[in-house]
């Protein structure tokens, strides 16, 4: 049975608590720090000796199986063009490859669609400065002697290109260094010709036409300069 506190003893505790020594504080606290110490275990748990260790970073890269190559570059010049079913279109850009590794069918149609909206511009215009580095000398002699003529009559050509509806290689050779590849340009385009006072001469500025043009671009594979020129032109009757 516990023994009674003496008077003696009540003072030496009110003493203690006057001296800023609490007690039940000091069991308050000691009991939250038990029950937190609790929580973190049971939520963090403890190590055995026996858990899988985790795998260090991979410093290897991203793997290559979910790598999607692109289609004609970097491959050899008989599989860049193995989807062709035209033998024929299929073994002159076979040749053209092999002359020139870096040819790529994507990149040159996408050169071609903007070298014939920026000659169709020009010689509407009549901006012979333009036109001249992109053809060929004799194609470049007919364009502007066409304008010439126009300029001579005092007319005017207005073009407009309202949509490319189709950009296609037809043809594709090698004659010696040089390469060739014709291509089908099918467009919708309105063109009028007026004379010096605004008269219609020609055309119909209402009329929309589709227009089956093809090009023929050159380009010497043994230059140092990628581009092409325009060397002949014609309409796909």
């Given amino acids: 049975m516990a023994a009674l506190a003496t008077p003696a003893h009540a003072s030496e505790l009110r003493q203690l608590m006057s001296n800023g020594f609490p007690f039940i504080d000091i069991i308050f606290f000691a009991c939250v720090a038990l029950f937190i110490a609790f929580r973190l275990r049971s939520v963090l748990g403890r190590r055995t000796g026996h858990e899988q260790r985790p795998e260090p970073p991979s410093v290897a890269g991203p793997s290559h199986e979910n790598v999607v190559p692109l289609p004609g570059r970097d491959e050899p010049a008989d599989v860049a063009f193995s989807h062709i079913t035209d033998i024929g279109l299929r073994e002159g850009l076979t040749a053209i490859r092999r002359a020139d590794p870096s040819f790529e069918l994507e990149g ?56 490319i509806k189709a950009v296609d290689v037809v043809d594709a050779r090698m004659e010696g260094a040089r390469a060739l590849l014709s291509v089908r340009f099918v467009s919708d385009q309105v063109n009028v010709t007026r004379d010096g006072s605004g008269a219609v001469v020609d055309g119909d500025p209402d009329q929309l036409a589709e227009i089956i043009d093809v090009w023929t671009f050159g380009r010497d594979t043994e230059s140092r300069d990628p581009n092409w020129e325009l060397v002949s032109t014609g309409v796909d009757e």
């Fill in 108 to 163: 040159f149609l996408a050169g071609a669609r903007h070298a014939f909206e920026l000659i169709v511009d020009a010689f509407a215009r009549g901006d012979t400065e333009t036109l001249e580095p992109l053809l060929a000398g004799d194609v470049y002699g007919g364009f502007a002697q066409a304008i010439e003529q126009r300029r001579a009559a005092d007319e005017t050509l207005e073009t407009d290109v309202v949509a």
